[in-house]
């Protein structure tokens, strides 16, 4: 373990503006004396020398572009997530408000925005024109998914003298920004490249939680209730509601708890088997002989192995999975078909509504200290990095450290014991 | 044309207990006196001697039954609604509280209820019981499709001494009743059958509105708002929303005017073409080239020509339908990809979630008048009959009257005009 | 009764866009042929020659105006209320969408916005800039009180060759509507004034509903839930709330019968008394005894008797009204004391809560339909009137027709006697 | 610095049922080992070995309470606050279905359920009674401010055999805690006193957030907007909105950070003053100038020492304010008036609505996760401590170490400099 170090362009030397916010402190962070402990425990902290730290976020006293001659870009790639409005208009109102940088300039449709012969204009970006963006849900600039050709995005931001681009979007295109920040750095160019990670999935290591997931797995519950008031309206009614998580089961198992009315939670960490007395099917049949109706929430990366597919990827790389939500579908009422008994199985898949809603209270205050953090770093020069939050503190992190792998959750934790809890699910299958 | 008259058990030989409310004058309401009519512009209204009318529902001064010697059964059927549990407590609190009725049973799971060998234990239901119901979507007394066997049926309201059955369902319920009846008037016994008409699709004859409707065109309004948003998200995208509908589009129609960002509404009443420089294909086409996204919201039963399916029926009788939507992002993936244009098409399907949510303030309010309405009804002895409201008053319709047709988007009407000039969509297809 | 005309500035001459929708036939409506009985029942219509009848509203074939060279103007007056920014939005797309009209202008600050000296530059309005306004509540014009001197008003209106005045408000407002339509008429030029009324309280007459009044009683409910969670949380708990409804209790009512957790609705039309043994604070005590903890809802304009204030009017020249809430805060707390016993009254006045939120789905429709209407009716010639909706068709109605008197809740109507079963509360006081 | 640790009523000798769950690793914690950091920056981290650390919260292997013999009761004091249902809920979930317990007591009104001569009859809780209560707003056990007699509710407490007390409330209420704590000592009992803090002002020390804090400032979003809305629909428009926060201003900041559409937040950490150039009214009138309307978020403990007023305690010994908001409607307004200048200022106070209303996902999982730790603490023979979360995790904290003192808003942190970046305040007031 060690410090981890963040990229930067060079000095800073021109002062920050903060400083004539007037009277109050400026809470200015130093790289080398605010530093964000990784370990929370004593478990996690071996000898303070060798303790993980991170950066810490916030406004630094020198900066290394000149406001008044900076120009930025912001681009929002992958699927949909709530937030995304909110994380244009923070690094729009915090480039105007608080630098005085004029130029800002949103990139249409993800990475292709950045190629010239899609053709796709920038729009112009000021405080005015996003003032109320926060309240859709979305991205006003339009997303798409997958890798563009590396330097004709370097050549595009070259052509239009964007000395900060601001990239929103997940795994995919935090790699492809690294290979941004290669070919701006091959080509000698003094450009920082700052992610904000975007997965709904929750599945950033490093991060207390993603933006985005709380508004996700709220809309989630109300779909949890739906899938509950149908089970409830039918002789042995069945609930089953996909929801997403490639990986990662924590919309799921969040959405779960907070209404504990499901019975079982399935993701794509715990394997569960269908078929024999310790199987899905059977322990279901149980449940519905003694409650009456039961309420099936499944991650759509949950029990792949069951389902021996091979859709192949897409666009942005990630492998396609087959739909366990209508294989469960399919099993389940084969399953009591062929015992000759009643089921009356709902299926309901929200993933198009959980994540197209506006984001909730709870993400408009994360997504808008998050563009603050995100200006704050750039301005200082720092690249090739993301801005997230750990254990309550916002910091920055370099790209590699967190495309590298993905948090999962962990069947030993609380939280899936608390899930266990709640379900009263098999904590074995099969 | 003539005035519609209700069947009755019989003349009203009980002092109705309203009276005793107090000073304010009791709304007592006169068969014969209280029409209301079918009518209203002078086109509906030849002569006013042959003017259709319609009894005006509320407490009547003489009543049927004895209150304190009257038990009470509901049964609810078919596919949720909501407003279902409003409906039922609202039932219950009438009962107990203007009546002073105390015994109130509620059957479970539909019809099956009714048949004792089903073993469905009927609830015994009180104000206290019911007081918070409203609050939740779905029946608290479960719900099931199909018609049961008619005199088991009727054995079960003899053993158990029921002498009003309140009947809450769809087309095929209300035809069930109607059954009922028939036998309870071949064995000569006096039990009154009050219906409830339930469809979410809004298409009961002679009815301003079915309760359930605003709440689901409500939620549907959130659906249509994540379509737009995909579509908005992504080059060329394209939100695909299917709502229900069988036969009628109003729920289609009312989301697409709440919203106004609706570009197709597709309805049975209305057909439509895919193909040719007339059909959906080119005009979407067109469309997305000229505003770069699209919302299309179909109803379940559109398009069925199109389909050349037979599914045969379900257990309520109902014609099985295909699934126009899955059909229609098929045939649009494919004939963009023909054409080798990209087009982003997410499909949404919120049927389950719209139906099962619990109902707003409006049907909150409209539920709880019908019941009352309902309650009067039975009380003064009427039968083989239901309760709605028709221009803004409350009124007693046959069964056989309401369950002969079904209530359509006129083509011609001013709604369907409206949609259009909302859609922009053209009035005549291919 | 007799039939009711309305005002035209002189013969249609052109012909109306609409005919060019396409093969669905254009549901134009005549004057003379299209009309809607103000009877709903065979008690309110006598001889049918002698029929009140109404003209409907929709598109006439002919024109006055040439929709080509029109320019529309639009002001909103008074307090808030849901559906304002719809009313807007419906007239503006109206106007572009079906009339080809291209200059519309929206003056702002209520009537200041037509007095030039005031400073107000009328915002241009195009469907563009108010795609999304009905998400949002209140009015993107702003709003003002009071009258401003007519002829400076028609002055403006000539200067800027305004044809057409869309005027959006209550009571003073449609009064002050019919002073300019006099000065217009009394300069000898071809100008239509149009209200659209406005009212949260629900009071005009002729009317099945106001705009507004669906979203209103809706986000009271709320507050009614607030109110009745409070008073069960502590031992003798009252939540008192206070509505709008300054002549007329609709919102009291509608939110009261909506959730039944009310126990007292005190509206205007029903006197009450405090003191004496059939007097409210008796009658809360015995509650109290009974139940633990009690609801009331009080309309701002009910029990003025009691408060023996004179508090003048407003910019408005409504009278002002004593503070009921507060007043009956004191009351029942001093009661309570001087009979040494604890009371937990919690008071709530969510007023300028429940007229600032966004329309919801039932108002998005009706707002949507109704500026329809009133553009149709703009552009038939029709002027010194307003729309409206009466027993489900939209009509037109003359000013002065529903400026001189209010709607009021009858107390002797089945709604009143809804909440009295509801609420359980006397039908008599004192 | 140091060890903080936890008293202990003695050493368990009962094996946790928890074992039994299966397969899965159960999640014991070991009060020596797992520890969880107070430091989470090096800043704050001196010596390791005196690192401040307190006990990681989660089931024990070893319980000091027979699960089969434990009766359990729960009391909730002082005002409300969203999630009370769920920690209830969440508490006698556990303690059936994790720990066996069948004895689950609520004390009805504060600590007045445990004097007996008031006379309130306990609540027997089992799982099927609280099923659906954190959908309601409030506590159904009823709360009330103020301490009792220690000896009479430590009388009831043995009288009842409670083992263990779950208190949730406030500072006062858990020195109350501390105080029944003393009693049972000196008495030589053996029974566990376990808080759960409620401050919906999210002022408790050594937490990340105290449970109703999400709901509380999302609610106040909806407040804020309609503030917004109202100050936007008039001349001069301004929009003042009282939150609650006797003495740190976390909604009000939150609040505005989430809508970002504030002028200015009023905190108690902050002073402020109203006259001169610097002050608030001069401010204002330049805001008005500049952009037309301002919205003004005051917490009510903010700016106390304008207002001269000594009002004494209320029965939980919290001093009484003033009010706030009041004293600056009435500035403002003299103030405009004495300059002859028109303001519209429309004054919201919440505060009733927003402590009322149901928890939302986030205060659902939160209580949920809170209600688990406090009964594994409990059980393990855990006594005068609470349950909360810091940094993450869920941690036990000594009752007298909380309420020594409140969290308040650093005016140098990042989250009071991102509120005045959002706002455009001034940082120094006069």
Not at 38 to 61: I, Q, V
Not at 241 to 251: A, E, N, P, Q, V
Request: proline fraction near 4%; hydrophobic fraction near 40%; include cysteine.
């Amino acid at each position: 373990m060690q410090t981890v170090q963040i990229a930067s362009l060079g000095q800073g030397s021109f002062a920050s503006p903060i400083h004539q916010i007037g009277a109050v402190e400026a809470p200015f962070k130093s790289d080398s004396e605010d530093r964000i402990l990784y370990a929370n425990s004593l478990k996690g902290l071996h000898s303070p020398d060798e303790a993980m730290t991170f950066e810490e976020a916030g406004p630094r006293e020198n900066l290394f572009f000149d406001p008044a001659k900076t120009t930025v870009g912001i681009v929002t790639c992958g699927g949909l997530c709530p937030g995304l409005n909110d994380i244009i208009r923070g690094i729009v109102n915090q480039c105007h408000r608080q630098y005085g940088i004029t130029r800002v300039y949103g990139f249409r449709y993800g990475y292709e925005g950045l190629v010239q012969r899609y053709g796709h204009t920038p729009l112009i970006l000021r405080p005015e024109s996003v003032s109320q963006i926060h309240t859709f849900g979305g991205t006003i600039l339009g997303s798409s998914r997958g890798q563009q050709p590396v330097a004709e995005m370097v050549d595009t931001l070259e052509d239009m003298n964007i000395d900060i681009l601001f990239v929103i979007g997940g795994d995919g295109t935090l790699r492809g920004a690294s290979a941004l920040v290669e070919e701006i750095s091959r080509r000698g160019l003094k450009k920082a490249v700052v992610g904000i990670p975007k997965t709904i999935d929750n599945d950033i290591m490093y991060l207390d939680k993603c933006f985005g997931f709380e508004t996700a797995f709220a809309e989630a519950v109300n779909a949890v209730k739906c899938a509950y008031t149908e089970a409830c309206g039918a002789v042995n009614g069945v609930g089953l509601l996909k929801l997403m998580g490639r990986d990662s089961g924590f919309i799921a198992c969040f959405a779960a708890l907070a209404g504990s009315n499901v019975d079982y939670v399935l993701i794509p960490e715990v394997p569960f088997t269908l078929e024999g007395t310790g199987g899905l099917l059977e322990s279901l049949r149980y449940r519905l002989a003694k409650r009456g109706q039961a309420v099936i929430v499944v991650a759509e990366g949950a029990g792949q192995d069951l389902l021996q597919t091979d859709g192949g990827t897409d666009a942005s790389g990630n492998k396609r999975y087959g739909d366990i939500g209508l294989f469960l579908k399919d099993q389940i009422n084969a399953f009591f078909k062929s015992r000759r008994m009643e089921v009356n199985l709902k299926y309901i898949d929200p993933s198009y509504i959980v994540r197209s809603v506006p984001a909730n209270a709870q993400d408009n205050v994360y997504c808008s200290r998050l563009a603050q953090a995100a200006v704050h770093a750039a301005m200082a020069g720092k690249t090739d990095m993301l801005v997230g939050r750990w254990h309550g503190a916002f910091i920055h992190l370099p790209l590699q450290m967190v495309t590298c792998g993905r948090r999962k959750v962990d069947p030993n934790s609380e939280l899936w014991h608390a899930v266990l809890e709640s379900t009263g699910q098999p904590a074995r299958w099969g």
